[in-house]
């Protein structure tokens, strides 16, 4: 399902992937707040369409800011392979000590929070660690409880 949200005017693109990495300075003293800021930290989202509006108020982004509809992308990680055995796992990210390997972005995906629990959607392929651990990239959704009523 899209989500409407805004994007700065030269990323307004159909098909363009980008994290949310960080909110806004600015953002308390920024009328259109709360629709650019309502996605969540640290995930990744694809722009599946670009809509007419065009705010020119914002001062982060250069050319203003275009309300597009955004789709969340599936969480990626890794595991150990001996943790793979199950379909709930508790994540931690690995030890690591090589900051250039292709792979630290999996390992140390922003969307993924240290001791939560995540549903293993599917095992990818495995992974070339340079620490030399047994890693496979997988697909994952966050195990969410359902609150009480």
């Excluded at 960080?22 to 920024?30: K, L, M, N, P, T």
């Excluded at 203003?64 to 055995?85: Q, T």
């Excluded at 379909?87 to 240290?114: E, H, I």
Aim: with cysteine; aromatic share 6%.
């Amino acid at each position: 399902m899209a989500k409407v949200s805004l994007l700065g005017e030269s990323l307004a693109r159909p098909g363009t992937e980008f994290v949310f990495a960080h909110a806004c300075e600015v953002a308390g003293r920024c009328p259109v707040a709360q629709t650019c800021q309502n996605l969540e930290l640290g995930r990744r989202y694809r722009v599946v369409g670009v809509r007419p509006v065009h705010h020119d108020t914002c001062t982060e982004h250069e050319g203003g800011v275009r309300a597009v509809d955004v789709e969340v992308l599936p969480i990626d990680a890794s595991l150990d392979a001996a943790r793979l055995r199950g379909t709930l796992v508790k994540w931690t990210p690995p030890y690591c000590v090589q900051r250039g390997c292709p792979n630290w972005d999996t390992c140390f995906n922003p969307a993924m929070r240290s001791g939560a629990d995540y549903r293993v959607d599917a095992t990818l392929e495995k992974l070339s660690c340079p620490m030399g651990y047994d890693l496979h990239r997988i697909r994952v959704s966050e195990n969410r409880k359902p609150r009480p009523p």
